[in-house]
């Protein structure tokens, strides 16, 4: 089993950057995937970002390409999240998660089955 925790969420005006952290523990986590998650009051948690292993391939949500980008240093078993140009429209809860089966990089929520308690992000106008 893995721990993970998150942390690095704020309140950020628009326009702003944050820079979302995962730390895992636990177990090592370097062959598997990690994927960050988002969720708004009200509706579903959906895929922001995701990572391989290696870091070599990493998927973006269409909401998110060219303003977030995933990176992950495997031997400090931590996954990041740098987030810039926000928009009010990118608050929620953000979620790290890791993958237990390797070699894959999903993006489906449904196919991670280690999670984080999630840290809040909140884009003011």
């Keep these: 089993q893995v721990q993970l925790v998150e942390s690095g969420g704020g309140l950020v005006q628009a326009g702003g950057s944050l820079r ?17 998650f988002r969720q708004a009051p009200g509706e579903e948690r959906v895929f922001v970002a995701a990572s391989s292993w290696s870091g070599i391939t990493t998927i973006y949500a269409d909401s998110v390409k060219g303003r977030f980008t995933i990176s992950r240093d495997n031997a400090k078993n931590t996954v990041y999240l740098q987030m810039n140009s926000l928009e009010p429209e990118d608050t929620a809860v953000y979620y ?7 070699n894959r990089t999903p ?19």
């Design 20 to 36: 979302l952290s995962c730390a895992a523990s636990g177990r090592t986590f370097s062959r598997n995937a990690m994927g960050w």
């Design 107 to 125: 993006t489906t929520p449904s196919l991670y089955d280690n999670w984080g308690r999630g840290t809040q992000v909140t884009v003011s106008s």
């Design 96 to 102: 790290c998660a890791a993958d237990s089966v390797p």
